[in-house]
């Protein structure tokens, strides 16, 4: 397993309110105590992730919302070789050794008033919440639009802010370019 598969592990935890520790995160993917601090290190550090030790509850939490970003490892991270390593089956060329792009997945809590809808999209809906609120995750921002958009229902991207923005944009762009000029 990767460093990238740890964080997501992590992440999902920490979103479901589990209070993960690092001893957990080691005990699953049975790592040292000081790699898995690192990780937790590398999600504060590098991914911004704002994350808090609970000593109530013996894990962390998340202070605020957060949603892991898309990220890109290059040839010489060393978790790309283990990656690489564990495909030994599968031919890869020079190229596409140079770079290889790992995401983790992102997250979004969308309204879905209408029931029919939420049906439809319930592979991508990983969490009930409260007011018709669902927690969705997704790899491709690109896609989950599409998918949003084609459903012709009355859904609202409740957050990340970002994302609605980032639909407003190629929904604009898409009106922009199929316009009578």
Same mark, same amino acid.
């Given at each position: 397993?990767?460093?990238?598969? $740890? ?5 999902? =935890?920490? +979103?479901?309110?589990? *209070? ?11 790592? #040292? ?28 939490? *998340? ?42 997945? *992102? ?14 999209? $319930? #592979? ?9 609120? *669902?927690? +969705?995750?997704?790899? #491709? ?9 084609? #459903?012709?229902?009355?859904? =609202? ?6 994302? $609605? ?17």
């Amino acid at each position: 397993m990767t460093v990238n598969d $740890r964080i997501q592990w992590l992440h999902k =935890k920490i +979103c479901e309110e589990a *209070y993960p520790s690092a001893i957990d995160l080691a005990n699953k993917f049975a790592i #040292s105590r000081r790699q898995a601090q690192r990780d937790v290190d590398k999600m504060k550090t590098q991914l911004g992730a704002p994350i808090i030790y609970s000593h109530t509850h013996g894990g962390y939490y *998340y202070s605020t919302r957060f949603t892991l970003p898309y990220m890109q490892e290059f040839e010489n991270d060393s978790d790309l070789h283990d990656v690489i390593s564990s495909m030994r089956e599968i031919e890869i060329t020079n190229a596409e050794r140079g770079m290889l792009q790992l995401q983790l997945p *992102y997250t979004a809590v969308l309204n879905i008033p209408d029931r029919a809808t939420v049906i439809e999209l $319930r #592979s991508l809906i990983t969490e009930d919440l409260p007011n018709k609120n *669902y927690r +969705c995750e997704f790899q #491709s921002i690109e896609l989950f639009l599409g998918i949003l958009i084609s #459903s012709g229902a009355k859904i =609202k991207i409740v957050e990340p802010d970002w994302l $609605r923005t980032r639909l407003i944009e190629l929904a604009t762009n898409a009106i922009k370019n199929n316009s009578d000029e």
